[in-house]
């Protein structure tokens, strides 16, 4: 039977599980070692990913902050989205939004000033106004910031002066390397994700039965993770409409309003 460790839910925890389920045992691990069941691993977490993302459409939510960007910064990938080097420089760490993959919504304030007085910024849209606004005005709509997700990057209108942003977005999870890495996609999955990769050895060393047996579990218990995810929301309202539409009937605070 497959063997838990001291830390549910992490990579140290499928490791064990992989090779109980695989070698029958994880004192004699023979083929199935670590580095040998790592990319195995992190290749089903990554199929488990999409298959979730795309069945429930809600995956990893996270609010972030990116502090003091830099005066006139408009593409935002180059560095908040970008990936550090630790090997080959420890000073370069990942960018505040690497991972981002669905930016929804975004308030930037100046840079330095209270919470309060972050503004939501436009967005996102389909390309940025061609106009450079002259600045933020704390606290008040007056001068507002547009945001746009264009070929996966993310872009703002360039301000005059440094700014704090708050992003609300959906995220890429981390490739699992430490045995302690939590499998952040769902709070229980190490048996799902154990099946998936084993079911992945079996291609390789073309055991059927591994293959297909392992397969099938893994598929069941993804679905059960997916239903479960859907069933959280179900009880949010959805409306047809945005809010805040300007004239004719609308749901929100402008135009008439329709209950």
């Known amino acids: 039977m497959p063997q838990g460790t001291p830390n549910p839910n992490t990579l140290g925890d499928?490791?064990?599980?992989?090779?109980?389920?695989?070698?029958?045992?994880t004192k004699s691990v023979g083929l199935y070692t670590r580095g040998?069941?790592?990319?195995?691993?992190?290749?089903?977490?990554?199929?488990?990913?999409?298959?979730?993302?795309?069945?429930?459409?809600?995956?990893?939510?996270?609010?972030?902050?990116?502090?003091?960007?830099?005066?006139g910064t408009s593409d935002l990938s180059i560095k908040y989205q970008a990936?550090?080097?630790?090997?080959?420089?420890?000073?370069?760490?990942?960018g505040?939004?690497?991972?981002?993959?669905?930016?929804?919504?975004?308030?930037?304030?100046?840079?330095?000033?209270?919470?309060?007085y972050y503004t939501c910024a436009i967005g996102p849209r389909e390309t940025l106004p061609h106009v450079n606004p002259p600045g933020i005005t704390p606290g008040t709509f007056?001068?507002?910031?547009t945001f746009a997700w264009i070929g996966n990057k993310l872009l703002i209108t360039p301000i005059n002066g440094p700014v704090d942003i708050q992003l609300y977005g959906r995220f890429n999870p981390p490739v699992l390397v430490d045995d302690n890495d939590k499998l952040v996609l769902y709070p229980r999955m190490t048996a799902a994700l154990?099946?998936?990769?084993?079911?992945?050895t079996g291609v390789e060393r073309t055991n059927v039965t591994i293959l297909q047996g392992y397969a099938e579990r893994g598929f069941a218990m993804k679905d059960n993770i997916i239903a479960d995810i859907i069933r959280q929301t179900q009880g949010n309202p959805r409306r047809l409409a945005k809010m805040g539409g300007q004239g004719g009937d609308c749901w929100g605070w402008s135009g008439n309003a329709i209950s």
């Not at 080097?85 to 420890?90: F, K, V």
């Not at 505040?96 to 309060?116: C, E, H, N, T, Y």
């Not at 007056?142 to 910031?145: H, T, W, Y």
């Open 142 to 145: 007056a001068v507002q910031v």
């Open 83 to 94: 990936y550090g080097d630790p090997t080959a420089n420890p000073a370069i760490q990942n």
């Open 36 to 71: 040998y069941l790592l990319p195995f691993i992190n290749q089903a977490y990554e199929d488990l990913d999409l298959s979730i993302r795309n069945a429930s459409g809600k995956n990893l939510e996270a609010v972030i902050e990116a502090l003091n960007v830099p005066t």
């Open 194 to 200: 154990a099946y998936a990769a084993s079911a992945l």
């Open 14 to 25: 499928v490791v064990l599980r992989c090779q109980s389920l695989l070698a029958g045992t």
């Open 96 to 116: 505040a939004f690497v991972g981002l993959f669905d930016p929804i919504r975004m308030w930037v304030k100046s840079a330095g000033q209270l919470p309060q």
